[in-house]
């Protein structure tokens, strides 16, 4: 351990002369006492004196520094697939068991020349043991291991991938490899041999619908070695059929689409499939269907959307509120007087009333008479006009002390777990196009909540620009500033999603109706496969709003032969809670919870979900070689086959990889923080004290 110094501002030459008035203060203390010997007279100096020096030492807080050199064996993360396809016997590659012949012949866990830290691949990657690897994951997303490398790069120092290569959720992931400072070795196994069949490889449809609208879905189908053939594809739903394609293929090798129109007619969750006829000399038909689900809701969310003013931001509004397809727009452009480009709505039963700027005339229009009891979202335009729109006392959240206008931009005032329009894209708003808004405003109701404030020429302030409103069962949102069309118009797409994201947000709250529930319980998916278990997620509050903790849930879960099962949801703390339910066989389930505590029941909930036979796994059974090299070629690592891995640790030993690391481990002492010090100086000055004693000195 070596000293390196003091940690103090003062020359040495004020340390010396202080050190010196130190020793100078302990002989004169004791100088005058002649009746004791000599020789205890200078012990009692001595140990002022050392006592003294030492705390002024201290006080300086010297440092001392050492090293010590360690060797640390590499870190190696091991990204196992576990998904479906690796399971499949097909040609020369026999499934599990080849997969754990495989890793007997690599040996990871034995050799001692690097630690090892095992990963399995699908919808995301997780800690995994080897032992577990069963083949039953139902999506391959192989994005996720190279973005996990990305982030432990600094930690390990290599990578390797087994895996058949086979997508079927996530991007490509060879393009992001390039970005690797570590090489990913990648080991191939399945097969590569082309069969005939044919599969049901894609549906594309939306998740949701709604009632009294066509839904749309796309089926993709693949084929191989069927040149010259036709199916039928069939759209079916409790064993009934609800349309038929005719499809025919003309190369051997051929993917088409063919396309259903389904008309929405009840709502809940409704449970379709995509069949096709099989074919002779089919190697499987387990692919020839696709499951899928539509949450039908109950129609859509009727939206009037009122202009009194011509502006850009009217057009940008209106675009951003119809890209979202669960809204149904109804809009209305004032000529002036009780004259509108549109006709009138005969209705009147909106979820949401949106005025956007005033009239300049004191006109009475009915669809605005019982703003009551109907959400409202008061866009501002100008301050040109000073007119009021009828009920206008509803609709505004915010007071204007002047009606001059500036240029403005936002500060946000609440962070996104506190209110849910709040969550949204990222960015520095201080960068983003100017608004206009007056500058001194303030909250008109105390009850209402500012979400954003005005920054004006760079300084934030307390006058609200965007404030919200919950009283009992309706929502209000009122946004003062104008210029949003500019946002929209950005060449920068990250204020484009901003402005996007922002305004559907607050249409989309000011929409809805409140969720005063106790009890929230819903599938982690809408659709499971029988080849992994459903999870169903909780959260209880008491009646007083906080979370309950010492609920019991029970749930019962009704399969469509009418037969139950009851469970007890697992308390994950917090008011949190879930029921991780065993594997279930096919068919649509309905269950009912009921949360309790004690003898009081607090609420209960229902709801439903799919569980689901079909597998994207096995649409593509043909190792992906090409993908796999890949990603070894664009890291720096290399490629290997499950047929030939008899140079896999050479080709890490010749990389350098298997290399020990060398880690120098420093360590400052500071003898100001060990206790032993200031220990030695109470031991000095106790000493001092029973000397003084013996000879009886005051």
Do not use: C
């Amino acid at each position: 351990m070596d000293f390196q110094g003091f940690q103090h501002i003062f020359p040495p030459a004020v340390l010396i002369l202080i050190a010196a008035g130190l020793i100078f203060l302990s002989w004169a203390a004791y100088r005058k006492f002649s009746s004791i010997p000599p020789l205890s007279r200078w012990g009692l100096i001595s140990l002022r004196a050392s006592a003294l020096i030492m705390i002024l030492l201290l006080l300086l807080n010297p440092y001392f520094y050492s090293s010590q050199e360690i060797e640390l064996k590499p870190n190696i993360a091991v990204f196992l697939d576990n998904s479906e396809s690796i399971g499949i016997t097909k040609g020369d590659y026999n499934g599990l068991q080849t997969y754990k012949e495989l890793l007997n012949t690599l040996d990871f866990e034995s050799r001692n020349i690097a630690d090892i830290q095992f990963y399995s691949i699908g919808e995301t990657v997780s800690e995994f043991n080897p032992d577990s690897l069963n083949a039953s994951i139902t999506q391959t997303n192989l994005s996720d291991p190279i973005n996990a490398v990305l982030e432990m790069e600094e930690q390990v120092q290599a990578g390797v991938i087994i895996s058949d290569g086979i997508i079927t959720f996530g991007r490509n992931p060879s393009v992001n490899a390039f970005n690797s400072s570590i090489p990913l070795y990648t080991v191939a196994i399945g097969d590569t041999s082309k069969v005939r069949d044919i599969s049901v490889s894609n549906v594309l449809t939306n998740a949701t619908g709604y009632t009294n609208t066509n839904h749309i879905i796309e089926a993709e189908i693949t084929q191989s070695g069927f040149a010259n053939n036709t199916v039928t594809v069939s759209l079916v739903s409790d064993n009934e059929t609800l349309d038929t394609q005719e499809v025919s293929f003309e190369t051997d090798d051929q993917l088409k689409q063919v396309s259903f129109e389904l008309e929405l007619t009840e709502p809940g969750l409704k449970q379709y499939d995509i069949r096709i006829a099989p074919l002779a000399d089919e190697w499987t038909q387990s692919n020839n269907n696709r499951l899928f689900t539509i949450d039908v809701l109950d129609s859509k969310v009727k939206i009037l959307h009122v202009a009194f003013e011509i502006h850009p931001d009217i057009k940008a509004i209106r675009s951003i509120i119809q890209q979202d397809e669960s809204n149904e727009l109804t809009t209305l452009t004032w000529l002036g007087g009780n004259r509108f480009v549109e006709d009138l709505p005969e209705e009147s039963d909106f979820n949401l009333v949106i005025v956007h700027g005033v009239p300049n005339t004191q006109e009475v229009f009915p669809f605005l008479e019982d703003l009551e009891n109907t959400p409202t979202l008061f866009f501002e335009l100008s301050t040109s006009r000073i007119n009021r729109v009828q009920n206008q006392n509803l609709l505004e959240l915010i007071n204007k002390r002047n009606n001059q206008a500036s240029q403005i931009t936002l500060n946000q005032l609440l962070e996104a777990d506190e209110q849910p329009i709040l969550e949204l894209p990222a960015i520095n708003l201080a960068d983003s196009p100017p608004l206009y808004s007056p500058l001194r405003t303030e909250l008109s109701a105390l009850q209402s909540t500012a979400l954003f404030s005005i920054n004006y020429d760079g300084l934030n302030t307390d006058f609200p620009a965007i404030a919200v409103l919950e009283q009992g069962n309706i929502r209000r949102s009122h946004v003062l500033p104008w210029g949003w069309y500019r946002m929209t118009q950005s060449t920068n797409p990250s204020q484009r999603e901003f402005v996007i994201a922002l305004i559907s947000n607050i249409v989309s709250w000011t929409s809805s109706d409140p969720d005063n529930r106790l009890l929230r319980i819903s599938p982690s998916k809408k659709t499971f496969s029988t080849a992994e278990s459903a999870i169903l997620n909780g959260s209880l509050q008491n009646e007083r709003g906080d979370p309950e903790g010492d609920g019991i849930i029970e749930v019962e879960l009704e399969t469509e032969a009418g037969e139950s099962r009851t469970f007890n949801m697992e308390n994950s703390g917090n008011g949190n809670y879930r029921l991780d339910l065993p594997r279930l066989s096919e068919g649509l389930y309905k269950y009912d919870a009921v949360a309790r505590k004690g003898e009081r029941e607090i609420e209960s909930q229902s709801g439903e979900f799919l569980i689901s036979n079909s597998s994207s796994e096995l649409t593509n059974t043909i190792r992906d070689d090409e993908l796999l090299g890949a990603i070894a070629r664009n890291s720096g690592g290399r490629f290997f086959t499950y047929q030939d891995v008899s140079t896999f640790w050479d080709s890490l030993r010749t990389a350098n990889v298997l290399e020990t690391q060398t880690q120098t481990i420093e360590n400052y002492s500071f003898p100001v923080r060990s206790v032993y010090w200031f220990v030695i100086v109470l031991l000095l000055l106790g000493s001092e004290w029973l000397l003084r004693k013996y000879y009886s000195l005051p």
